[in-house]
């Protein structure tokens, strides 16, 4: 119940995280952009170092911004209507209860009696 209200939430909003994902995939671009043409003109080992992990951080932030847009446009378009179309049929799938049957253990030795045990 409570992922079927987030998925339409996220369907009712979708256009307002359409843009703030934008927002963050174009920061995250310039970001991308600048640590590049600052790797492209540092001199030292060290400044490119820091410049090489920048741009992995801009790199990784802007696939982020990617998948997080697929997975709104995935909801909106297709999860949420599909589960306004058929909200009965998702409903009442149950889990039929199926019995755990185990084959009993033979005994490895034979048990002793309690007055022979020394």
Do not use: K
């Not at 820091?50 to 992995?56: E, N, P, Q, S």
């Not at 949420?80 to 049929?89: I, N």
């Amino acid at each position: 119940m409570f992922i079927t209200s987030l998925i339409f939430f996220i369907e009712q909003i979708s256009t307002g995280l359409y843009i703030l994902l934008g927002l963050g995939a174009l920061l995250a671009f310039r970001s991308l952009r600048r640590a590049q043409q600052e790797l492209d003109a540092a001199l030292f080992e060290l400044e490119r170092e820091i410049l090489l992990a920048r741009r992995a951080r801009a790199i990784n932030a802007l696939g982020g911004f990617v998948l997080s847009f697929l997975a709104v446009l995935a909801i909106s378009t297709v999860v949420a209507p599909e589960l306004r179309a058929h909200p009965l049929r998702i409903a009442q799938r149950q889990v039929e209860e199926v019995p755990f049957v185990t084959a009993r253990p033979t005994p490895t030795i034979t048990p002793l009696a309690a007055d022979t045990i020394v």
